[in-house]
Structure formats: C-alpha cells, structure tokens
C-alpha cells in the first residue's frame, strides 16, 4: 500500500514548521512535499536589519534541504489547485510546468504587498516583503546619500537624503529606526552640504505608532524615533506620488526620490482563486485549520482566516507568532487524519510583543511586563536567537561585528529598481528577463474583497494581468542633465526597463487609469547599450548584374 501524500504549499512561517513537525510526526509514513519559490525559510523580523547594513542577507535565511531532510522540496509557485482532482499546479524557476498530487494539502502560501488606489504609488515605491526588497533598499538608501554627497544643487543635495516611509506598523516602524541609524552613520564618514542632515518620515493615518500594540510600546517607539530625529505624523499619509516626490494629504509636497511602502500585507490570492468561502482574501477554516467540506483540505498563516476561540467572533491576526503556531497545530492535525495521534483545536496566549528599534533601543513587553532601552533591546534580540529555526551564531556574530566596527556602506547592484516592483504577486523572488507573474492573480481594486486587508497582512484588474513580457534585460540609459531625465523612486542609476517592463505605468498601475499591459506575444526589441559595439551591418547582396 503507498504512503500518503501531503503536499504543502508555501515556506514561511506557517509551512515551515507544518513540515518540521509533521516530519517528525510521520516517521516516514507518509511522502511529504514542500512546494516554495526558494529554497530557504526567511525569518521576515530580522530584515530591516539587512537593509540597514546589519546582517548579511544569507544570515535571515535557513536552508530548507539542510534543516528539512526528510521532506521533498519542489522549487516552483503554485499557478492553481485542483480540488477535486486532489492535485497542485505549479511553474518552476526556469518557466517549466509540474503537477504534484496530494492527499491531504496544506495551504500556507503567506501574503502579498498592500496596494491602495494611490495615484502614483505602485510606480514610484517599492515595498517590504522578501529580501530582494531588502537588498535593492540598501542599495538604493546608501547611492542616494552617495549621490546627495557628491551634489551642487542644495535642493538635490536635500531630496535625495529625505526618506519617506509610509506605514508605522511593525515594519515601517523598524525600516524608519533602522534607516536613520544607517544614514547618520553615513554622514558621519561623509559630511553632506552645510545644515543638510538626513530626513525620516514616518507617515500613518492611524492615531499612534504601532496601533496593534499596547500604548506603552507604542509610547517608547514614539519616544525612541522622536528622539533619534526621524518625523512621525500620525494622521498623515501621501494622496499622490511622483517621481519628484510625494503629495501627503496634509497638503505639504515632500521632495524626495525614496517611497517605503509598509502600509501592510494581504493574502496571496490563491486562496481567493479556490472558489472557496473567505474573510476578506482569506480561506475560512475551522479551529482545527481544516476547510469545512473539504476533508483533506487544511490552511494556517496568512492564507487563513482562524477563529480565535480567546475573542469569539473574530479571527486570528496576520502575525508571525499566530502563523509559527498554528504551524505546529496543522501539522498536528494533518497526522490525526493520518491515524497518527489526535486533532487539537488551535488556542493561543500572547506572551507579549518585541520591537526592535536599532542600537540598543527596543519596545518590549515579555509577559506583559512593559521594557524599554537596554533592558527591552536585550530582551528582542533574546526572542529572536531563540525563535530562528537556524543560523543562531551567525546572527550573534554579525550583531557583535556591528557593534564594533562601521557599517559597509557599499553598492553591489544586484537587485534594480524594476525587478522588485511593488505590484507583484511574488516579493519574495526579483523579477528577471523573460520571467512572468503568477497567473490568475487578481488585481488590488477587483473582486469581491477589493481594498480590503490588515496591518498585520494583505494582488493583481484582469485575471490575466499579471501575465506580461519583462524586460529582455536591464538597459542603461545615456546620461542626461539633471532636469532633463525622469528621476524614478529608484533614483537615477537604475537602469529603467524598455515600455512594457514592470515599470511602465500601464502595466503595473493600480489607480483605476485604464491602460493595458504588453503582449507577451509581441517580439523582444534588443536595444544597443552605449558600451556595446554596434553589429556588423549585413553584406550587400550580389545583384543580377554580377556584382560582388
């Protein structure tokens, strides 16, 4: 008799530690397949630290093979799911096509960019969700200073040292604490013109920072940043991006080529592509994370919408801690159905909340007990070396290197502003020549839970929208005057992709204008870089005088 099949589909938090634990639950009696883009589970809290030059990228991932060996890793991304059929469709890397069949099907395929119907904003900002986004920002942040550095023009000089971060949840609260470190650090080694310092904005329209938490972690965050320099305006947020800059709501224009989306996450739409009852892009599950009706369906993390059995009537938010746990509970669940033990209903109990805000400050309130400074910071980076899944010393290593001596800030030009676009179906892999987007994916202002979506967590008009050519490879553009060539949120030095790439305004807009996107039936137009040598022209053909 074959062994079960469980297929699981996604390698966050959630996925990963269904496929650790249900490895050891199983014992080889069942086939498990973990189906991933990557091959590494990324520890998201840590990665505002890599854009500040903290951590080396390598440091917030775990090797999936290495720490997951008796579980089958596909690379691919899930294009759709049979359920009746019991199987899963998925592209690989290199564009090639697989069908993988299950017995029981774990959904844990995460979340998405945010995206509002702001003129402007899938254009000029970029977001903060895998870790091509994390290396094209500290890129990005440290060619602006280099560039505002080396400027004539005060008014130059300023906007490209002013960062606008947009959000002040978890995420933006750390990427605006963090930044500013970075950028100080910068100045120090290489003074800017007189009286130009480095600028943060931190904008929300909620009422206070980290509106999810307890007000006195969001009081010391508030402090900390206030203190450090960087400007927080609650009740604020942009009505218009460009590439000169931002238009807040308040009226203010704010010149600066760097725009932080952090506004919050949604599902990925493949739960919303199974047809399924939802909860605002979530799949409806039970207590036991199983999809009523559908026996050997299960879902955890952001892809589902949990009843929280502590607040009845409401469901469980889209955090990192609820996804890791209920991890562990579907895995727990999936080997009941098995015949391998027995279900368990998925509770939950804060055990309190760590913010890490550079340096040595931290907002924290292990067990309910209200820290800050030294004391709060000790406390976050504890929580993080003992909750990684790997790559411990690593991490200690890096944080006490960064302590002694100064950041490199460097360049390596490995991710470009049109590869990490902010409407993408995919943050967690950059957009290369010839790749597509995940097909199907509805875009943000369609459908039946249109602008719909949390802080915590939250794609794509046409069904078929995400399916567009790319660039056939990055272009570099001549050099022009200051005043003569469109500045993108990506600054200058990026290298802007031929019309119809993902930073064409058509193709990636998200605002209602109308526009359609590149066929992907039309034919690649090689466009000679300014350093290439011109081909040879092509020989004359004889004619029928007897030319030669």
């Avoid at 938010?317 to 033990?341: D, F």
């Avoid at 820290?371 to 504890?382: D, Q």
Wanted: charged letters at 25%; glycine letters at 10%.
């Amino acid at each position: 008799m074959s062994r079960p099949r469980i297929v699981i589909v996604g390698a966050g938090f959630a996925g990963y530690r269904a496929a650790r634990v249900l490895s050891r639950l199983t014992r080889h009696k069942a086939d498990i397949t973990l189906l991933n883009p990557t091959d590494y589970f990324l520890y998201l809290p840590l990665l505002p630290q890599v854009a500040a030059g903290i951590l080396e990228p390598r440091r917030v991932t775990v090797s999936l093979t290495g720490t997951l060996p008796d579980v089958r890793l596909v690379l691919g991304e899930a294009d759709a799911i049979d359920l009746d059929g019991q199987t899963v469709r998925y592209t690989g890397p290199e564009g090639e096509g697989g069908t993988l069949p299950y017995d029981r099907l774990i959904l844990a395929a995460g979340s998405v960019n945010k995206l509002l119907p702001i003129p402007g904003v899938a254009e000029h900002a970029h977001g903060f969700r895998g870790l091509p986004e994390a290396l094209y920002l500290r890129d990005h942040v440290t060619r602006q200073m280099e560039l505002a550095a080396a400027a004539d023009d005060p008014a130059s000089c300023s906007a490209r040292c002013t960062f606008v971060v947009v959000g002040a949840g978890y995420t933006g609260t750390e990427v605006a604490a963090q930044g500013k470190l970075f950028t100080d650090s910068q100045v120090r080694r290489r003074p800017l013109r007189a009286g130009v310092r480095p600028r943060w904005l931190l904008l929300d329209i909620a009422e206070r920072v980290l509106p999810e938490l307890d007000e006195n972690l969001s009081r010391t965050a508030d402090r900390v940043l206030r203190q450090r320099g960087v400007e927080v305006r609650m009740g604020t947020s942009v009505k218009e991006a460009t590439h000169r800059g931002v238009l807040l709501t308040d009226g203010e224009f704010v010149d600066t080529r760097t725009l932080v989306w952090c506004v919050g996450v949604r599902p990925d739409p493949l739960a919303e592509s199974l047809g399924l009852p939802l909860e605002k892009g979530r799949l409806l599950v039970d207590p036991h994370l199983q999809v009523p009706g559908r026996p050997g369906l299960f879902a955890a993390g952001d892809a589902a919408a949990v009843p929280d059995l502590e607040k009845p009537g409401a469901y469980t938010p889209m955090t990192a801690q609820h996804a890791w746990r209920q991890g562990k509970a579907v895995a727990h669940n999936v080997a009941a159905s098995l015949g391998l033990g027995e279900r368990r209903a998925y509770r939950h109990r804060d055990l309190g909340f760590v913010v890490d805000l550079g340096g040595v400050k931290a907002a924290a309130n292990p067990l309910g007990i209200p820290l800050s400074g030294v004391a709060a910071g000790a406390v976050t980076r504890g929580y993080h070396l003992a909750a990684m899944p790997g790559n411990r010393v690593r991490v200690a290593a890096d944080w006490l290197l960064d302590a002694v001596l100064p950041r490199q800030a460097v360049q390596l030009g490995l991710v470009r502003s049109w590869s990490v676009p902010l409407d993408t179906a995919s943050p967690e892999l950059a957009r290369v020549p010839g790749s597509r987007e995940k097909a199907g994916a509805p875009r943000e202002g369609s459908g039946p839970h249109a602008g719909e979506g949390t802080e915590a967590a939250d794609r794509i008009q046409d069904p078929h929208a995400a399916e567009h050519s790319e660039p056939p490879g990055p272009v570099r553009q001549p050099d022009l005057p200051e005043g003569h060539q469109p500045i993108p949120a990506g600054g200058p030095a990026d290298p802007a992709p031929p019309t119809g790439g993902p930073a064409d305004h058509d193709a990636r807009s998200d605002t209602g204008a109308g526009g359609g996107l590149a066929s992907s039936d039309a034919p690649a137009v090689h466009k000679r870089r300014p350093d290439e040598p011109m081909a040879p022209a092509p020989p004359k053909p004889a004619s029928s005088e007897g030319d030669t």
